[in-house]
C-alpha cells in the first residue's frame, strides 16, 4: 500500500484546514487509518485513527472536539478536519495504514506498516 498525504499549508491560529491521503494498492476497505504528527525536535504522536469499521474515530485529547477523521472507501481516501487550529498543532502530519481484523484499531505508531510522506502544517499566532 502507497499513501499520499496533501493539504497542508501555513494557516492562522483559529482557521481550519483538511488533510487527505490517498491509497493506492491494496484492499483499502481491510485497513486501519491514523494520522500521526512530528514537531521539530518531538517524538511523533497519535492523532487519530479511523478502523475498518467503527467510524467514530479514536481521538488524542489534544485534539479531540476540534479534529475529526473520516474515511471514503470508494475513493480509498481519509480525512482529516483540523478546526481551531492552534500553534501547538504546528508539525509535520503523517497518514499511516495497516491491515486489520474488524475489530481492532491501533493508535500506536509502532502498530501501522504503511506511512505516507508527511504534509507540513504551520499555525501561525
Known amino acids: 500500500v502507497q499513501l499520499q498525504a496533501s493539504g497542508g499549508g501555513l494557516v492562522q491560529f483559529g482557521d481550519s484546514l483538511r488533510l487527505s491521503c490517498v491509497a493506492s494498492g491494496g484492499t483499502f476497505r481491510y485497513y486501519a487509518l491514523a494520522w500521526f504528527r512530528q514537531a521539530p525536535g518531538k517524538v511523533r504522536e497519535f492523532v487519530a485513527a479511523?478502523?475498518?469499521?467503527?467510524?467514530?474515530?479514536y481521538y488524542a485529547d489534544s485534539v479531540r472536539g476540534r479534529f475529526t477523521m473520516s474515511r471514503d472507501n470508494d475513493k480509498k481516501a481519509v480525512y482529516l478536519q483540523m478546526n481551531e487550529l492552534k500553534a501547538e498543532d504546528s508539525a509535520i502530519y503523517y497518514c499511516?495504514?495497516?491491515?486489520?481484523?474488524?475489530?481492532?484499531?491501533?493508535?500506536?505508531?509502532?502498530?501501522?506498516?504503511?506511512w505516507g510522506q508527511g504534509t507540513q502544517v504551520t499555525v501561525s499566532s
Open positions: 479511523i478502523g475498518r469499521s467503527d467510524l467514530s474515530g
Open positions: 499511516a495504514a495497516r491491515r486489520v481484523i474488524i475489530t481492532h484499531t491501533p493508535v500506536s505508531a509502532d502498530e501501522y506498516n504503511y
